[in-house]
């Protein structure tokens, strides 16, 4: 079974300075799909970033990179320039294929401090 | 970002009530899946549904939910008969067929049961 493991259920970081938040996984599949959603006060479930697992290749949106560590089963995001609109929940998430189900891990509610 | 649509925002009712939850995605999408989130805690999958039928569901989905989609645009989760632990909010998701493997969520929908 597909498992997503958050261990930091809080952080904070300043305006402006980077942050990383960790995320580790377990599956037996060589291929499947890995993503970081950002849930702000309203609960919409918002995509940040997406990464293949056939891509070595660190997957980039602005601000937002991940570090993907596939041998290691490690996917930890990174927010530059933190902005105060940053302030959300954010959930790793895991799925083997385009039919299958999401696997969410627990959360990282991140503050940004002024 | 391929849009999807959850009505009603918010629903309160009656323990035992049923409730209908809807979902409207855009002619582009392919598969179909409710999450619900208890709040405080992680996303969970529901139930999965791919040309008129259900691919996959969790231990969650028992008898007394269902999905269909009757008319081929508005995709439902109907809830038979309510309980107090059926609180939470409810997502449906969608994924497109040009970008494979990423889950488009909607809004949600809050439901309180009372």
């Known amino acids: 079974a597909q498992t997503v493991t958050q261990s930091q259920p809080e952080m904070s970081v300043q305006e402006a300075e980077t942050v990383t938040l960790s995320c580790t996984y377990d599956?037996?599949?060589?291929?499947?799909?890995l993503f970081w959603y950002k849930q702000p006060p309203s609960r919409q479930m918002i995509l940040v970033i997406r990464?293949?697992?056939?891509?070595?290749q660190n997957a980039t949106e602005n601000r937002f990179s991940v570090n993907f560590q596939k041998a290691a089963k490690s996917f930890s995001l990174k927010i530059s320039d933190s902005q105060l609109g940053d302030t959300a929940m954010y959930f790793c998430?895991?799925?083997?294929?385009?039919?299958?189900?999401?696997?969410f891990g627990a959360g990282t509610r991140l503050t940004v401090k002024p | 970002e391929p849009e999807v649509t959850q009505t009603p925002s918010h629903q309160v009712t009656q323990m035992g009530q049923e409730v209908i939850l809807r979902c409207v995605p855009i002619?582009?999408?392919?598969?179909f899946y409710w999450y619900r989130q208890i709040l405080g805690q992680k996303v969970e999958f529901l139930v999965s549904?791919?040309?008129?039928?259900?691919?996959?569901k969790s231990e969650i989905f028992d008898d007394q939910f269902s999905v269909e989609r009757p008319d081929g645009s508005n995709f439902t989760l109907k809830i038979r008969s309510t309980k107090l632990e059926d609180s939470a909010m409810y997502f449906c998701?969608?994924?497109?067929?040009?970008?494979?493997?990423?889950?488009?969520f909607g809004p949600g929908t809050r439901l309180l049961v009372l």
């Open positions: 998430a895991f799925t083997r294929s385009n039919n299958n189900d999401m696997r």
């Open positions: 599956t037996s599949e060589n291929n499947y799909y």
């Open positions: 990464q293949e697992a056939y891509k070595q």
């Open positions: 002619s582009n999408h392919l598969y």
């Open positions: 998701a969608a994924t497109d067929r040009t970008v494979f493997g990423t889950q488009y």
């Open positions: 549904f791919y040309n008129n039928e259900i691919s996959e």
